[in-house]
């Protein structure tokens, strides 16, 4: 996805993206992309994807240095990407949750 591949360096993936880079599959098509990043990061963020009309894409999110750091590849920790996706209401979260419980399930 260009948007994905646009972001800045620092930050961590989570929800769709983040299970799209973790397990190199997506269970269905997305729209959005969610990450962390610091304050320096969420500037750069910002400007390289500023406001527009329509439903947002884009949605970043302040992390501190404890979850950047328990990040891997650039991806949030199985843990936190559960709870986004669980949070997420678009049709395709459910799809995304049931792909992550069958691979974190013993």
Request: charged share 30%; hydrophobic share 40%; net charge positive.
């Amino acid at each position: 996805m260009e948007t994905e591949r646009s972001m800045p360096s620092g930050v961590a993936f989570t929800a769709y993206s983040g299970y799209r880079l973790r397990f190199r599959e997506a269970p269905a098509d997305y729209g959005e992309v969610l990450v962390y990043a610091d304050e320096k990061t969420l500037e750069e963020i910002r400007r390289r994807f500023p406001e527009k009309r329509g439903p947002p894409n884009v949605f970043a999110f302040l992390a501190d240095k404890r979850l950047l750091a328990r990040c891997t590849d650039s991806v949030v920790p199985d843990a936190l990407l559960f709870a986004d996706l669980w949070n997420q209401r678009e049709w395709y979260a459910r799809e995304f949750l049931n792909a992550l419980k069958k691979r974190l399930a013993p």
